[in-house]
């Protein structure tokens, strides 16, 4: 007999956010890899064909790639902003300095 406990399947909504939150914890590995790439390519026995700016190049491009990814990530996983109502002083409170009483 089946359980009448949780649902079976997540809300959409909690869902795509754990999947948001899957895709921010793999990020680090795939900066690593990105960072690896160019020494696991590299043929230890010749001479580099690709000069020092092309390495710095592309450096910067994936550091600003994953800066990107990391921001939009981010964006996605903030917290809904709600509408609060304004806040009011408490009764009996006067705004601004109390009168001096004679």
Do not use: C
């Not at 649902?7 to 690593?32: C, H, M, Q, S, T």
């Amino acid at each position: 007999m089946k359980s009448p406990g949780r649902p079976v399947f997540l809300e959409r909504d909690l869902y795509r956010r754990r999947r948001v939150i899957d895709a921010a914890k793999l990020l680090p590995i795939l900066g690593l890899a990105l960072f690896l790439l160019p020494v696991l390519t590299m043929d230890l026995g010749q001479p580099a064909h690709v000069s020092t700016s092309g390495r710095l190049i592309y450096f910067f491009s994936v550091w600003f790639f994953l800066i990107a990814i990391a921001f939009v990530l981010s964006r996605w996983l903030r917290p809904e902003v709600t509408a609060r109502a304004p806040e009011t002083e408490p009764r009996g409170e006067a705004k601004g300095p109390a009168a001096p009483e004679s």
